[in-house]
């Protein structure tokens, strides 16, 4: 059974740092690639970052560019976003999902397994 859990997320004050990862199992973590996603209260799921199965190609969103840090270990089948300077706007529930391709892709259609989300809550 494939599963993606989330953990890291919480409550930071502007300017905080938080540390998310994503463990898989189920199947051959470094055969796909993984793209992390998030959503606002009131707003669409939105493209955060991309890494491919290698991590020889990343992908960041230009808003989060240079805050924001991709990364994996296929030993521990584990994704991670390191997450610096956050600012109240970075408030969403994050997703870590999974695209059986080898490139990055922002598209949310090419991936097709998701986590269950966790909330990261950056206050004023």
């Known amino acids: 059974q494939v599963q993606l859990v989330e953990s890291g997320g919480g409550l930071v004050q502007t300017g905080g740092s938080l540390r998310l990862s994503c463990t898989a199992s189920?199947?051959?973590?470094?055969?796909?690639?993984m793209g992390w996603f998030r959503q606002a209260p009131g707003k669409e799921r939105e493209f955060v970052a991309a890494?491919?199965?290698?991590?020889?190609?990343?992908y960041v969103v230009d808003s989060v560019k240079g805050r924001f840090t991709i990364s994996r270990d296929n030993a521990k089948s584990t994704a991670f976003l390191q997450m610096n300077s956050l600012k109240p706007e970075d408030t969403a529930v994050y997703y870590c999902?999974?695209?059986?391709?080898?490139?990055?892709?922002?598209?949310?259609?090419?991936?097709?397994?998701w986590g269950q989300g966790t909330q990261v809550t950056v206050a004023s």
């Open positions: 999902a999974e695209a059986p391709i080898e490139i990055v892709t922002t598209n949310h259609n090419d991936y097709n397994y």
């Open positions: 890494i491919s199965r290698s991590a020889g190609n990343i």
């Open positions: 189920g199947r051959t973590f470094s055969s796909y690639a």
